[in-house]
């Protein structure tokens, strides 16, 4: 039989991923700025067809402005943090889906014990 199990992929890091995190970062960032800015032209549009429901229209647009300032401040503080972050250290880089055989017999804690995979520069470098 077939199951699939959750492994955790860690990244090892470098100066090259460092950079390469520091530009998603920032591209996110300016992504969500610009979204920001859309959503306020959009709600400046909307309040001028329907000026009855004025207060109703900013309310929405503000949650979704809100939310989006903080996902911005998150990957800021994310920035932060990577600058912080010594070359060699692993960070967490989520996790993917493994298809794992099973037989009648087979040692069910071995099973679940937490497996991992380890990348560097984007080469598996380690599999627990």
């Known amino acids: 039989m077939k199951i699939i199990k959750k492994v ?4 090892i890091v470098t100066d090259q ?7 998603e970062y920032q591209f ?3 992504k969500l700025e610009q979204e920001c800015e859309q959503l306020k032209f959009e709600q400046k549009k909307l309040e001028q067809r329907s000026t009855n429901k004025k207060a109703d229209i900013a309310a929405k647009f503000n949650k979704e402005i809100s939310n989006r ?3 911005m401040k ?3 503080y994310k920035l932060e943090q990577l600058e912080i972050l010594p070359t060699g250290s692993e960070i967490s880089d989520g996790e993917v889906d493994a298809v794992i055989d099973i037989e009648e017999g087979m040692s069910w804690d071995d099973l679940t ?6 990348v560097k520069d984007g ?6």
């Open 8 to 11: 955790a992929v860690k990244k």
């Open 17 to 23: 991923s460092k950079e390469q995190l520091r530009e």
């Open 28 to 30: 996110k960032i300016f």
């Open 69 to 71: 300032k903080d996902h």
């Open 74 to 76: 998150w990957y800021k």
């Open 113 to 118: 014990e937490q497996k991992s995979v380890t």
């Open 123 to 128: 080469m598996i470098t380690k599999i627990t």
